[in-house]
T-cell receptor, first 112, second 113 residues
Framework: SQTIHQWPATLVQPVGSPLSLECTVE??????LYWYRQAAGRGLQLLFY??????ISSEVPQNLSASRPQDRQFILSSKKLLLSDSGFYLCAWSVGGGYGYTFGSGTRLTVV | GNSVTQMEGPVTLSEEAFLTINCTYTATGYPSLFWYVQYPGEGLQLLLK?????DKGSNKGFEATYRKETTSFHLEKGSVQVSDSAVYFC????????????FGKGTTLSVSS
């Protein structure tokens, strides 16, 4: 069966420090992969999505970047965190279309 | 563009009350519609879905009907439980445009015994 792993679960980082959040999927090949951010009172915002290795689409210009070095690995990064980067980050995968997405358990990031 | 609008929360109900959470959408193509649920401290789980007009999605006593004429996908449950307390998100994928999943802002449901 397919599973999605996301870590760490919680993270507290100082302003200006780098960030690396990792997401891996098991049990499927060539999934579409997504990073969402959930900020208080703002719902779920799509940050990046990828339909294949090395293919990244950015939805919102910001202080973050994403990479897909392997088929089932999706990494969210920042060189220098801002206070506004705090939030709940969710990774998801899909096979496309009307099947919906499967989400990871999320990472709670607090920038201090 | 595509968008999803949900009723503002929080919604506070007593156990066994009837639940409705309204959701309307705007889409240029023929979307698939979803309800996701987020329990406290957890990620999102797919609750139910409908992929074409007049389809009814159902799961765990919840149901929603895809109404193309009113562009709605309201979530209902006849008798809520304390364990249903969570945040509920309505979402769509525009299959024709090939967009990613677009979410509403979420509605917080709190059920008391």
């Amino acid at each position: 069966s397919q599973t999605i792993h996301q870590w760490p679960a919680t993270l507290v980082q100082p302003v200006g420090s780098p960030l690396s959040l990792e997401c891996t999927v098991e049990g499927t090949s060539n999934p579409n992969l997504y990073w969402y951010r959930q900020a208080a009172g703002r719902g779920l915002q799509l940050l990046f999505y990828s339909v294949g290795i090395g293919q990244i689409s950015s939805e919102v210009p910001q202080n973050l970047s994403a990479s897909r070095p392997q088929d089932r690995q999706f990494i969210l990064s920042s060189k220098k965190l801002l206070l506004s980067d705090s939030g709940f980050y969710l990774c998801a995968w899909s096979v496309g279309g009307g099947y919906g997405y499967t989400f990871g358990s999320g990472t709670r990031l607090t920038v201090v | 563009g595509n968008s999803v609008t949900q009723m503002e929360g929080p919604v506070t109900l007593s156990e066994e009350a009837f639940l409705t959470i309204n959701c309307t959408y705007t889409a240029t193509g023929y979307p698939s519609l979803f309800w996701y649920v987020q329990y406290p401290g957890e990620g999102l789980q797919l609750l139910l879905k409908a992929t074409k007009a007049d389809d009814k999605g159902s799961n765990k006593g919840f149901e929603a009907t895809y109404r193309k004429e009113t562009t709605s996908f309201h979530l209902e449950k006849g008798s809520v439980q304390v364990s249903d307390s969570a945040v509920y998100f309505c979402a769509l994928i525009d299959n024709q445009a090939g967009t990613a999943l677009i979410f509403g802002k979420g509605t917080t449901l709190s059920v008391s015994s």
